[in-house]
């Protein structure tokens, strides 16, 4: 019975936290209250515009949106970030940031509500590669209805991101938001990076994103990996691929110096129930107490916060270097 819950628990860190932003206040796009964007806009846009989506499809979209319905957590918040939560008239069941999005329409999860999202009368939605081919009748349905819909990459590293980012910027007519976005994400992350490039003490971890009994964690081609590499540390699964069960006993043989769990806003106590597992009390993470929990939606949420995630990530793994 245990083992049904944490396997329940890990596919619903995953749907929320996985599949489903770095909010610099710098230039003239600040945080408003209303957790949207204020920066000029992008007058020029001309409509119609023809996007190319992540199925292949050449989307149309006849004039700026006015209204717009997200079916998954990352493309709300990239939607957010580029000033268009006034224009969001639904969301789906998994969407928990910004708080704003607590007050959309929700319109389902896994399985979306068709009925709901056509009475939103929405311009455009944006579907995800992810679920794409699971409910590509329901996205037939939504264009036969003649409702525009744009199916955003299933992003698999940062860069995949930014195009992500781009796309939506695009296909809403505001690329010049999207493009001081990725470029406030990619300026965070080189500062990250260049001052994480003097540790010279590198440390590994092991990222846990589900409890014992049922421990997932990160292996390659995965963002947290990515991340691991642009704080320079080492990945303690880095020879697994994507994202692995693994044993108790094979953690304990890898040996990590700093454990790092994401699924504290979800268990009560995540870093204790490491230090306190039977059998880890040699483990150099346990020992040393270097058991950290960071929150799982920006390090592997596919949206604007994963350069805030490197941060955290990097704040987790070397205190001394980045301060919290």
Same mark, same amino acid.
């Given at each position: +019975? +245990?083992?049904?819950?944490?396997?329940?628990?890990?596919?619903?860190?995953?749907?929320?936290? +996985?599949?489903?932003?770095?909010? &610099?206040?710098?230039?003239?796009?600040?945080?408003?209250?209303?957790?949207?964007?204020?920066?000029?806009?992008?007058?020029?846009?001309?409509?119609?515009?023809?996007?190319?989506?992540?199925?292949?499809?050449?989307?149309?979209?006849?004039?700026?949106?006015?209204?717009?319905?997200?079916?998954?957590?990352?493309?709300?918040?990239?939607?957010?970030?580029?000033?268009?939560?006034?224009?969001?008239?639904?969301?789906?069941?998994?969407?928990?940031? /910004?708080?704003?999005?607590?007050?959309?329409?929700?319109?389902?999860?896994?399985?979306?509500?068709?009925?709901?999202?056509?009475?939103?009368?929405?311009?455009?939605?944006? $579907?995800?590669?992810?679920? $794409?081919?699971?409910?590509?009748?329901?996205?037939?349905?939504?264009?036969?209805?003649?409702?525009?819909?744009?199916?955003?990459?299933? $992003?698999?590293?940062?860069?995949?991101?930014?195009?992500?980012?781009?796309?939506?910027?695009?296909?809403?007519?505001?690329?010049?938001?999207?493009?001081?976005?990725?470029?406030? +994400?990619?300026?965070?992350?080189?500062?990250?990076?260049?001052?994480?490039?003097?540790?010279?003490?590198?440390?590994?971890?092991?990222?846990?994103?589900?409890?014992?009994?049922?421990?997932?964690?990160?292996?390659?081609?995965?963002?947290?990996?990515?991340?691991?590499?642009?704080? &320079?540390?080492?990945?303690?699964?880095?020879?697994?691929?994507?994202?692995?069960?693994?044993?108790?006993?094979?953690?304990?043989?890898?040996?990590?110096?700093?454990?790092?769990?994401?699924?504290?806003?979800?268990?009560?106590?995540?870093? $204790?129930?490491?230090?306190?597992?039977?059998?880890?009390?040699?483990?150099?993470?346990?020992?040393?107490?270097?058991?950290?929990?960071?929150?799982?939606?920006?390090?592997?949420?596919?949206? /604007?916060?994963?350069?805030?995630?490197?941060?955290?990530?990097?704040?987790?793994?070397?205190?001394?270097?980045?301060?919290?």
């Amino acid at each position: +019975m +245990m083992k049904k819950l944490y396997a329940l628990l890990f596919a619903l860190l995953l749907s929320i936290g +996985m599949l489903v932003g770095c909010s &610099n206040e710098s230039g003239s796009a600040k945080n408003n209250a209303g957790g949207e964007k204020q920066t000029p806009q992008n007058e020029n846009t001309a409509f119609p515009v023809t996007v190319k989506d992540a199925a292949g499809e050449k989307v149309t979209i006849k004039e700026k949106p006015k209204k717009i319905v997200s079916l998954i957590p990352s493309n709300t918040e990239i939607a957010f970030e580029l000033g268009l939560g006034d224009k969001i008239v639904g969301v789906s069941d998994f969407d928990n940031y /910004p708080k704003e999005a607590a007050s959309k329409e929700k319109v389902g999860g896994q399985e979306m509500n068709l009925e709901k999202i056509i009475s939103l009368k929405p311009d455009l939605v944006l $579907a995800h590669a992810s679920s $794409a081919h699971n409910s590509a009748k329901g996205l037939k349905q939504l264009r036969d209805a003649g409702i525009a819909v744009l199916v955003v990459n299933d $992003a698999k590293s940062i860069q995949q991101v930014y195009e992500s980012i781009e796309t939506i910027g695009r296909a809403t007519g505001e690329k010049e938001n999207a493009d001081h976005v990725v470029k406030s +994400m990619k300026e965070k992350i080189k500062m990250i990076q260049a001052e994480a490039a003097k540790i010279k003490d590198v440390k590994t971890v092991f990222v846990e994103v589900s409890p014992a009994p049922e421990i997932y964690t990160a292996g390659k081609n995965t963002f947290m990996d990515e991340m691991l590499s642009i704080i &320079n540390a080492k990945n303690a699964a880095g020879d697994l691929e994507g994202w692995n069960k693994i044993d108790l006993e094979a953690v304990v043989k890898r040996n990590p110096d700093v454990i790092v769990t994401t699924y504290g806003y979800y268990v009560k106590d995540a870093a $204790a129930q490491v230090l306190n597992r039977k059998g880890w009390q040699e483990v150099n993470a346990v020992k040393q107490k270097r058991v950290v929990d960071v929150n799982s939606d920006i390090v592997t949420r596919s949206g /604007p916060r994963l350069a805030e995630g490197v941060e955290e990530l990097a704040k987790a793994v070397y205190p001394e270097t980045f301060k919290k």
